[in-house]
């Protein structure tokens, strides 16, 4: 396993059982990340991308979730079998996650404080972690749990001051709906930079600001990358935010990862043809009036998907190939550049 | 807030009419009753004056409302007591009574909860489910004969009716609760005593709530693991019993707290038929009784106490409610 | 069964317009019920209904002794165990426990099904009064049911049947005047909420009359709600309707009911048992089998309790 290669997912296959059927969320996914990269994972909504991540942190509930096929690699090391002990380990001390609703991410009922040191805390072995949240505030009569909750609020405060929140050791003792929206990401992002991970996830974190916050919080979010020299999995469905903040980008459909590469490459010599009717779709200051290019159909039941390539009733290059056989494993056509179509096998 | 407390009053008043025209609805002839079968028919008459019964309807709720204010609800028929005065007796055994079975309600429901809940669809969730449905449906009353037939009377292993050991005098009357008192005069013998009386009485009561408790709770815990900062919570590498036993579970708690007002109001119904079959002598006996004999005096006066205990409870619980969510507390 | 129906009909007559129109409702039943008969424990809660019910209508024909269930004495076997002659054991007259009880399903299933029927029709057009018209006629019938709900049941049925005079039809009537208020609430909430939905501001802005708007709209919705409340309030009235007779104000003699027929076995503990063994075994069972029936709706009606 190359050192550099911090995630590698091979295809992986998911299913969901659901009231009506089974839904194959994903349907061999294949990604890369390396150390240091920014990668951006792009798509409509429902096509996988969370799926995706969550797979990578194994926090997919199963059941009703099944992994089928395929594999996940973190730092060299399979995921998928690892016990529930190192899986959490791994969440704590490896893994940064940033989600899309700040206003629902935090538990309503206890101080961001409280919160922010039981997840400082739990950087530690299981015990001492549940010694030092069950017991709150009364740990501080054990000296051993003394230590590290008062370690823990510096660098809580540490953290908040760092993403700008300014009275922090005020604000650290307030509930989390005394703060804003825009206050509330940035408590998240705190919380989830204040370890030392390696890989940062960020599953639409602007999603569900106000336009006017979004710039800032990204802004924030490429800061510390840069400070703490994160990789980074962004997920999102806002083609500007990659084309201003990632390297690479990976496209995904309907539970398939379909190109991936650099995001220059991508975006000006998109290949498979859903990227290519994705950035045709994308009105630029020339585009004339009535001239915005959709992609005709629609996303596919993901019950009942298509046989063969997902994607093959939209296409307009479809080949009967498509429609009987899986899609190709992503095959390089430039540097960095991998596309998953029988176009370029 | 000062709104709800306002609105008590008009509530309170209502209810007084209420109980009121049920009372003096009666048919028969309750002063005829009270005077026994040999009265004259002047005895009858004085009776009725000494009761105000002579006087016009709307004087006689007039007055009657006139002496709630000081305190006064009234004679009973039946023993001459005033009501008031039978009322401080008897509910503090109610009181108890109550407290205990909701303390056992909620020390065997939450844990049950919680197993049903992580467990969920196995086989600890199916069986609490089944204990919790057989509890609701028992017949409160029919359990208490049975276990009385079974562990008192067969096994000889609980007594079978009444507070405590007619024997052994009370221990000296501080808040009227036997439990209290023996443990404020650091009396353990007597605590014992009053233990083992109340073990059948309270473990009937306790049944509902803890039905109540399992089923709810578990619905509210199994509501809130779905929500998104659990989801978080786990992402962050919290352990998983951190999550279960802080940060659902407090969650849920609140969501439950709300129904103990509720609980409270069943168990003082259930009251009534407990203490029917365990003699237990509270404020649901004297109900009974005071119902069998058409004293309307104390129908009145317990109905209303009744009706003002179960409000101000409610009160409690809703106050409590904000306090324990941080939302309201600070919002 | 549905499209049998509408064939019958016509499919364009009344029924095949509601079903177009009631597409999604629909779907979303036959989830219910699909869901509802994967529960082992709801199949068993109907099949004990069932049982219930037979026993219940048919009783009277098959009861080996139907005289006990009146006056008779048979002063030579009083208070006999149970035996094959009597199933049951006899009660101190001498009457075959086992017809009572059996009598008594009848009397209890017909008096729950009143009292919650006519609590619940007060309750649901009071809070759909309440909730549709908002304003003063709201404060006035939410008040009403605040002073009804200030006080747990039992005590004001207990008053109103003493006042009334002991009887099973006082009793119920009592009981059918404490279950009110608890639909008028739910049913007010319900449509408080309904009616600022868009679908009725809708209908309304289509110029959709009144009533229509309530009984197309508003009323479907709560439909489930209220269901679920009726199912497991029908334990629970069967059960106060017993309390009530076992502290006897309910069932006077010699109407067999069971709160009365365990209240008299009481006199005879621990001797004679079967007394009030049995009618409170039968009593559990009905509430039972009621209660699981009313879970298994609440499973499956209620998104928030979904499995």
Known sequence: MDNDLLVEIKDLRLNFRTFDGISKVLNR??????????????????????????????????????????????????????????????????????????????NPVFTIGDQMIDIIGSRTDTSKASRLSMLGGLGNLMPAIRALRRGARERALQMLERVGIGDASERIDDYPHQFSGGMRQRVLIATALSGTPSLLIADEPTTALDVSIQAQILRLIEELVEELNLSVLLITHNLGVVARTCQRVAVMYAGVVVESGSAIDVFKNPKHPYTVGLMRAIPTFDTKRGEIKGIPGSVPNFLNPPPGC???????????????????????????????????? | MLRRLLLII???????????????????????????????????????????????????????????????????????????????????????????????????????????????????????????????????????????????????LLPISGRFDPRVPFPPNVTGMLLVDSLLAADLHKFGIALKYMALPAFCQALFGIALITRLLRADILEVMERDFVIMARASGLPERVILFKYVLKNALIATVAMLGFLFGWQLSGSVMIETVFDWPGVGLYAVNSAMTLDFMPIMGITLFVGLVFTIVNLLVDISYGVIDPRIRYG | MIERMSVAVGARGWLGRWRAENQGLIEEWRRSLYRFRQSRLSVLGVAIIIFLLFVAFTGRYWVPYPDDAGFTTHVEIRLQGPSRDNLFGTDEYGRDVFTRTVWATQTSLIAGTLIVLLGGSIGIVLGGIAGYFGGRVNEVIMRLTDIMLAMPGIFLALAITAALGPSILHAMLALSITWWPGYCRLVQAQVLSIREEDYVEAARGIGASRPRIIFNHILPNCLSAIMVKASMDFGFAVLSLAALGFIGVGAQPPIPEWGAMISKGREFLPYGWWYSTFPGIAMFLTVFGFNILGDGFRDVLDPRARR
Not at chain 2, 47 to 63: A, H, I, R, S
């Open chain 1, 29 to 106: 996914v294949n990604l890369k990340i390396w150390r240091g990269d920014i990668l951006g994972l792009v798509g409509e909504t429902g096509c996988g991308k969370t799926m995706t991540a969550l797979s990578i942190a194994r926090l997919i509930p199963c059941p009703p979730g099944e992994i089928v096929g395929g594999e996940v690699f973190f730092e060299g090391e399979d995921v998928i079998h690892k016990t529930d002990e190192e899986m959490r380990l791994l969440r704590a001390q490896k893994l940064a996650m940033i989600f899309q609703d700040p206003t629902t991410s935090l």
């Open chain 1, 310 to 345: 997902r994607f093959h009733p939209r296409c307009e290059h479809a080949m009967p190939r498509c429609a009987e056989e899986p899609p190709p494993a992503p095959r390089e056509i430039g540097l960095v550049h991998e596309v998953s179509c029988f176009l370029y096998s």
């Open chain 2, 10 to 156: 008009p509530v309170f008043i209502g209810l007084s009419i209420v109980t009121f025209v049920i009372s003096h609805m009666v048919p028969g002839d309750p002063v005829r009753l009270a005077a026994g079968p040999q009265a004259t028919a002047e005895q009858i008459l004085k009776l009725e004056e000494e009761f105000g019964l002579d006087k016009p309807l709307p004087v006689q709720y007039l007055n009657y409302m006139r002496g709630l204010f000081k305190g006064d609800l009234g004679i009973s028929m039946m023993n001459r007591h005033p009501v008031a005065m039978d009322l401080r007796r008897y509910f503090p055994a109610t009181l108890e009574l109550v407290l205990v079975s909701t303390v056992l309600g909620v020390v065997i429901g939450v844990p049950m909860a919680m197993a049903a809940a992580v467990f969920r669809d196995r086989w600890p969730d199916q069986v609490s489910r089944i204990v919790a449905l057989s509890s609701i449906s028992m017949p409160v009353f029919w359990l208490g004969m049975i276990l009385q037939l079974i562990l008192g009377m067969t096994w000889h």
